[in-house]
T-cell receptor, first 118, second 116 residues
């Protein structure tokens, strides 16, 4: 069965420091991977996605993620964190859609809450 | 702003009642997904519609139902509400990206349901 694990429930970093949020997935075929961010009281905003090709993908707000098939990981990184990055981050895996009937829902991890110290 | 709208933003009701949550997808998107976010279960997929037809069901209770109308907006109906149904309900929409193999889902701001 598909699953996503985000091992860190809560991370605190200092403003200006680098950030890495971990995500491990379990999926039988080539995964489609996503990172979403949820600010307090807000919906989910797409940060970036990996479908195929270059394993290092760039996203919005200066985030990037690297797909490592051998480690079943899709970790999110940012070289310098800003106070406005404080939020909850969700990793998700999606299935291949054949548009003939298969589902396309996402399986989410439990999320990592990021706090930023001034 | 993702382009997905959800109404209402907040809903407070009592146990045993019935409520309807509404979602308007992004222009051109044919798929609508409903998710429930709660503290204990996290983000759980409930149901998907594609161009008016039910496509997939997840962990959706029998007390819950949904539909997608010809104009592609969707409604999630929750009945016989229990305290445990209190959660944030998200709608997401996507457009077919057949050349990529899967779609990208864009989420609405959610409806926060409180059952007292």
């Amino acid at each position: 069965a598909q699953s996503v694990t985000q091992p860190d429930i809560h991370i605190t970093v200092s403003e200006g420091a680098s950030l890495e949020l971990r995500c491990n997935y379990s999926y039988g075929a080539t995964p489609y991977l996503f990172w979403y961010v949820q600010s307090p009281g807000q919906g989910l905003q797409l940060l970036l996605k990996y479908f195929s090709g270059d394993t290092l993908v760039q996203g919005i707000k200066g985030f990037e993620a690297e797909f490592k098939r051998s480690q079943s990981s899709f970790n999110l990184r940012k070289p310098s964190v800003h106070w406005s990055d404080a939020a909850e981050y969700f990793c998700a895996v999606g299935a291949h859609i054949d548009y003939g009937g298969s589902q396309g829902n996402l399986i989410f991890g439990k999320g990592t809450k990021l706090s930023v110290k001034p | 702003d993702s382009g997905v709208t959800q109404t209402p933003k907040h809903l407070i009701t009592a146990t045993g009642q019935r409520v309807t949550l509404r979602c308007s997808p992004r222009s051109g998107d044919l798929s609508v997904y409903w998710y429930q976010q709660s503290l204990d279960q996290g983000l759980q997929f409930l149901i998907q519609y594609y161009n008016g037809e039910e496509r997939a069901k997840g962990n959706i209770l029998e007390r819950f139902s949904a539909q997608q109308f010809p104009d592609l907006h969707s409604e999630l109906n929750l009945s016989s509400l229990e305290l445990g149904d209190s959660a944030l309900y998200f709608c997401a929409s996507s457009a077919p990206q057949r050349d990529l193999g899967t779609d990208t889902q864009y989420f609405g701001p959610g409806t926060r349901l409180t059952v007292l």
